[in-house]
């Protein structure tokens, strides 16, 4: 990986509603692409990931979509609950470790 | 398994001290990563090691060292400290898969060293 970009930087959605938040990269080398979920003041953890083999993937109400073509993907949050509200993190790699962008803080409002 | 296990959790230091973040995982990974994140941004890559007795630089190695003697430990060293490198200090562990040289699988992080230099 070399450069991810993050969009939004901050995203509030009342609870319920649906959160995207998107990612694009440069490395055309790129076949992995997880998300990470930060709550305040603990470490980053895996919520779902993507391989470049695959266009998308589903988790309950996670869902990540990927084209390789435009060389953007993105994190789809249905149903959002209070829960959900942390900073999350989009990476990506190929020969090298991860690159990860600069986060998206979620709130979701009751 | 405790996973990866970082001490300490907190620290302050003064300007020009040195001190070294310890790292320790027990789930046999291969590789082990040194991320430091300053607040509200991205984890920014210091150093990383495809195994023992193997340490790459990163995006932001100045000022720090790292040795990986075992499997198990990475520890992370800094030998001067400056107000820069105030931030949250993150390990990561993980097993690589799809080949010899495969940083396609997820990351285990340690909970995080807070360090603040004054």
């Known amino acids: 990986g070399e450069n991810v970009e993050q969009h939004p930087s901050t995203l509030s959605v009342q609870e319920g509603d649906s959160a995207v938040i998107k990612c694009t990269y440069s490395?055309?080398?790129?076949?992995?692409f997880p998300w990470y979920k930060q709550e305040l003041g603990k470490r980053p953890q895996l919520i779902i990931d993507i391989r470049s083999n695959v266009g998308e993937k589903k988790d309950q109400r996670i869902a990540v979509t990927l084209n390789k073509t435009a060389k953007h993907f993105s994190l789809h949050i249905t149903e959002t609950q209070p829960e959900d509200s942390a900073v999350y993190f989009c990476?990506?790699?190929?020969?090298?470790?991860?690159?990860f962008g600069k986060g998206t803080r979620l709130s979701v409002i009751a | 398994n405790a996973g990866v296990t970082q001490t300490p959790k907190f620290r302050i230091l003064k300007i020009g001290q040195s001190m070294t973040l310890q790292c320790t995982q027990d789930m046999n990974h291969n590789y082990m990563y040194w991320y430091r994140q300053d607040p509200g941004m991205g984890l920014k890559l210091i150093y990383y090691?495809?195994?023992?007795?193997?340490?790459d630089k990163g995006e932001v190695p100045n000022g720090y060292n790292v040795s990986r003697s075992t499997t198990e430990d990475f520890p992370l060293r800094l030998e001067l400290a400056a107000p820069s490198q105030t931030s949250v200090y993150f390990c990561a562990s993980s097993y690589p898969t799809g080949g010899q040289s495969s940083y396609n699988s997820p990351l285990h992080f340690g909970n995080g060293t807070r360090l603040t230099v004054t």
């Open positions: 490395d055309s080398a790129s076949n992995y």
């Open positions: 990476a990506e790699t190929g020969n090298t470790p991860l690159v």
């Open positions: 090691s495809v195994g023992a007795g193997i340490t």
